[in-house]
């Protein structure tokens, strides 16, 4: 069974630094990821998805992820954070179970975002 | 496009009483959407998975005589939760598959809240 590893729980940083959040999976076939965010009491935004082809996929709001194999790893990152992207982050990997698709979250690492 | 909506946004209702939630895609036909929960500051567990005009498939763990779905049309789903207490109070999200099947679209969540 697919499983996702978010081992940082909560990160905060200064507005206009940097920002990375790590997410490792386990899954037995090539793998399709996902970056969610959630603001407090809504559902979640896509960020960005990799499904297949460069590993290094843009998204919305500034946002990268890179799918590394060799690490199983699909952190995210974003090269100078804003106060609005203070909110819960969550990894995800789809599984096509034959009738359907399925996604594992991970736990979600918050992130709060000093002035 | 690829919205889908929740309703009602927030519920409260008495202990012993059922609600149902609706989850509707509003802009595309989605033969299968997937209901989940969220408790506070945790990820999203999947409840199950409904697909349009046949019975829903319910996660370990998950009574499926506790929470009713119903998937009548390509736009609807249904969750009714019965003989609620307030152990069920939590955050319900529903999501839609459009198209790609590894890409669901998220409805903005319901709270319920049973006293």
């Known amino acids: 069974a697919q499983s996702v590893t978010q081992p940082d729980i909560h990160i905060t940083v200064s507005e206009g630094a940097s920002l990375e959040l790590r997410c490792n999976y386990s899954y037995g076939a090539t793998p399709y990821l996902f970056w969610y965010v959630q603001s407090p009491g809504q559902g979640l935004q896509l960020l960005l998805k990799?499904?297949?082809?460069?590993?290094l996929v843009q998204g919305i709001k500034g946002f990268e992820a890179e799918f590394k194999r060799s690490q199983s790893s699909f952190n995210l990152r974003k090269p100078s954070v804003h106060w609005s992207d203070a909110a819960e982050y969550f990894c995800a990997v789809g599984a096509y179970t034959g009738t359907a698709s399925k996604l594992t979250f991970g736990t979600g690492t918050r992130l709060q975002v000093t002035l | 496009g690829a919205v889908v909506s929740q309703h009602p946004s927030r519920v409260i209702c008495k202990s012993g009483t059922s609600v149902k939630i609706e989850c509707r895609s509003l802009?595309?036909?989605?033969?299968?959407m997937f209901w989940y929960r969220q408790f506070p500051k945790q990820s999203l567990m999947l409840m199950a998975t409904?697909?349009?005009?046949?019975?829903?498939?319910?996660e370990q763990g998950v009574e499926k005589d506790k929470f009713l779905i119903n998937h009548a049309s390509l736009t609807l789903s249904t969750l009714t939760v019965t003989s609620a207490h307030p152990e069920d109070s939590s955050f319900y999200i529903c999501?839609?598959?459009?198209?790609?099947?590894?890409?669901?679209?998220f409805g903005p969540g319901t709270r319920l809240t049973v006293t």
């Open positions: 990799y499904f297949s082809g460069d590993t």
């Open positions: 999501s839609a598959i459009s198209g790609r099947v590894y890409e669901q679209y």
């Open positions: 802009d595309f036909q989605a033969t299968t």
């Open positions: 409904s697909n349009e005009g046949s019975k829903a498939t319910y």
